[in-house]
């Protein structure tokens, strides 16, 4: 329990907890001062803000205060009776359990979000390390170039001091590179490993008189003569000892990798890191947004009661809170969705499921199921008749045209006109989605389709995460067929045409089926 309580408690502590507190006053005073001139929104929601911030910043348990007081001062200050924490509405203290269930699902989700970003730039700058390292042993032209690299690399990574021996005289003592001061037993055991008569990867660190442990290493395995590296792992304990351990010997494996072969382990390492970077960052994606997506199912379903509560529908403010909840749940749910679908291509796990469909069951499908991200835009469906079936996986046709349902309603103003058009062009069918938004500029259209790529218009003014056309067009190629975005220039709207194959025997399915 007293583990539990120091790991939430971490990285705020007391700090953190004094922090929270004085979110929470700073919301209470700023709110007194303004209720004298306006009208004030509903109070509750806006104590979130130090329970995010707290979150973020502090841990778990400064947000739990954030929440405790943020919903206590609600209830003495704005509710009434005013200055009792009994509050007579009932509709405000079913907020009040609303907005503690809210904020302990946001705070830790805010918590969880802050550890693997730390994770994660943690990883980066290892990832970094080695290759600036790598490529530093891949320009050595020298042994002493490599012995100066592996030096100064693990002295970075360890913190502490490093000292390499190169053998330079036939007794085979060595001295460390650098007049390193070493203690007298270590440099003992490192004249044992470089005479031959010790194995030092599987000797026991050496501790000197101050009780700090020194690993001894030759730099390559095969034999000393080439060096042999001496750290100073300080007073460390078995886990940690063991974890740095592993790291120095990954390290010492690629110069070792080096001093064998110059130049080859240099595009190894650059390819390897490269594609270890690209796995973990998708996995890390993939894992954060399951995790997301159980709480997140929670949240949704609860807003979605709640706004058909006839308690809450009977409040004005309290549905429209319900109504911002739900609509701001569905968008997340959206953009996680993406980041799943994001994780699936690269991960090269997109296997479509082909079947005959009907073209007009796809788009009716993909615009009902984009119904509520319309808003006042007008949809506008043309379809000819007679539509030839098409040999797809629907389900992934459909989440396609989703998104540049989507992303048509996400570039252009409210109440304008979105038009979807299906015609035979040849032996493809094409369906083409057209709005009066944005439209694309040159550099839109030379980057459209990238992966994360948004245009500079919209950074700062229209969320998204950029994936939207890309995973579109993913899903589109995966089934053989193409998508192209064309415009007339910025403002002038934008027309993106999917085209799919039509089946050579498609006339004879079709003939068979009407008999």
């Not at 064998?260 to 190894?268: F, K, N, P, V």
């Amino acid at each position: 329990m007293r583990t539990w309580l120091w790991a939430a408690s971490e990285p705020g502590g007391t700090s953190g907890v004094v922090g929270a507190l004085v979110l929470v006053i700073s919301i209470t005073v700023i709110l007194e001062l303004i209720k004298n001139f306006f009208e004030l929104p509903p109070i509750i929601i806006t104590y979130l803000i130090p329970v995010l911030i707290a979150a973020l910043r502090w841990g778990y348990v400064a947000a739990l205060v954030a929440m405790v007081t943020g919903a206590a001062s609600a209830a003495f200050f704005f509710y009434r009776p005013v200055h009792t924490f009994y509050v007579e509405d009932p509709a405000r203290r079913l907020g009040i359990l609303i907005f503690a269930v809210v904020a302990m699902v946001a705070a830790h989700l805010a918590v969880r979000m802050r550890r693997e970003s730390e994770i994660v730039r943690k990883r980066e700058k290892e990832i970094s390390d080695l290759y600036a390292f790598s490529r530093r042993l891949a320009g050595s032209h020298s042994t002493s170039d490599i012995f100066d690299a592996i030096q100064k690399h693990l002295s970075m990574l360890v913190g502490r001091k490093v000292a390499l021996f190169e053998p330079r005289d036939p007794s085979g003592r060595g001295e460390p590179i650098g007049g390193s001061e070493v203690p007298q037993n270590v440099r003992d055991g490192v004249a044992a490993v470089i005479a031959g008569k010790a194995d030092a990867a599987a000797k026991a660190p050496i501790a000197d008189e101050h009780g700090n442990l020194w690993l001894v290493r030759a730099v390559l395995p095969k034999t000393p003569d080439l060096g042999v590296v001496a750290i100073d792992l300080g007073r460390q304990t078995p886990e940690l000892e063991e974890e740095i351990r592993a790291r120095i010997e990954a390290v010492l494996y690629d110069a070792a990798s080096t001093l064998e072969q110059i130049g080859l382990a240099h595009a190894i390492t650059e390819v390897r890191m490269r594609a270890e970077s690209e796995r973990f960052r998708d996995a890390l994606i993939g894992s954060v947004s399951h995790e997301l997506r159980t709480p997140l199912a929670s949240i949704l379903g609860a807003a979605t009661v709640l706004c058909d509560a006839p308690a809450v529908a009977g409040e004005a403010r309290l549905a429209a809170l319900a109504n911002v909840v739900r609509d701001e749940s569905e968008r997340l749910n959206n953009e996680i969705q993406n980041l799943l679908d994001a994780t699936q291509i690269t991960g090269e796990a997109l296997q479509p499921r082909l079947e005959w469909a009907e073209v007009a069951d796809v788009v009716n499908a993909a615009v009902e199921r984009r119904r509520g991200r319309f808003g006042a835009h007008v949809v506008e469906v043309d379809l000819p008749a007679e539509m030839p079936l098409i040999h797809v996986d629907a389900v992934l046709i459909e989440k396609a045209l989703g998104q540049l349902l989507a992303n048509a309603a996400k570039y252009s103003p409210p109440g304008s006109k979105i038009s979807v058009r299906g015609w035979r062009d040849g032996g493809t069918l094409a369906l083409a989605v057209s709005d009066q938004g944005a439209g694309l500029s040159a550099d839109d259209s030379a980057h459209l389709g990238e992966r994360f790529f948004r245009g500079r218009r919209h950074i700062q003014t229209t969320p998204g995460s950029g994936l939207g056309f890309w995973i579109a067009n993913a899903f589109v190629a995966a089934n053989g067929g193409s998508i192209e975005a064309t415009s007339a220039g910025e403002n002038k709207g934008t027309t993106v045409t999917m085209r799919l194959p039509i089946p050579a025997n498609v006339e004879q399915l079709e003939s068979i089926s009407s008999d």
